[in-house]
């Protein structure tokens, strides 16, 4: 966790609502935690470069990107259908047919 973590600016906070829109319940918390780590990680770095530590999250707010486009690029990732499975083994079984199947006997033409 960073120096800074409970720390939280209404704009941290609403940063992160608007970034995680469209995503329920253990999703979204997921992903506002995540988002909030790197944030907050970025934010404690640009702080010890020098700058004051509201100033540094604002800029870490910005270098993120805008929210809304984080969270379509959110909702990409966490609702995306998985691919399918196939099963292993071997493909269709084909039944074979039984001996003289589909092979009719037609009886000779009396002349």
């Given at each position: 966790?960073t120096a800074h973590?409970?720390?939280?600016?209404a704009?941290?906070?609403?940063?992160l609502?608007l970034?995680?829109?469209?995503l329920?319940?253990?999703?979204?918390?997921?992903?506002q935690?995540?988002?909030?780590?790197?944030?907050?990680t970025?934010?404690?770095?640009?702080h010890?470069?020098?700058?004051?530590?509201?100033?540094?999250?604002?800029?870490a707010?910005?270098d993120m990107?805008?929210?809304l486009l984080?969270s379509?690029?959110m909702?990409r990732v966490?609702t995306m259908?998985?691919?399918?499975q196939r099963?292993?083994?071997?493909?269709?079984q084909r039944?074979?047919?039984?001996?003289?199947a589909?092979?009719?006997r037609?009886?000779?033409r009396?002349?």
């Amino acid at each position: 966790m960073t120096a800074h973590a409970g720390v939280h600016s209404a704009a941290l906070t609403r940063y992160l609502r608007l970034a995680t829109l469209g995503l329920l319940g253990e999703q979204r918390q997921a992903a506002q935690d995540e988002l909030e780590e790197h944030l907050l990680t970025r934010a404690d770095h640009l702080h010890a470069f020098g700058l004051p530590y509201d100033q540094a999250l604002s800029q870490a707010l910005r270098d993120m990107g805008s929210p809304l486009l984080v969270s379509a690029g959110m909702l990409r990732v966490h609702t995306m259908p998985k691919p399918c499975q196939r099963p292993r083994g071997p493909g269709p079984q084909r039944h074979a047919a039984a001996p003289g199947a589909g092979h009719h006997r037609v009886p000779p033409r009396a002349a």
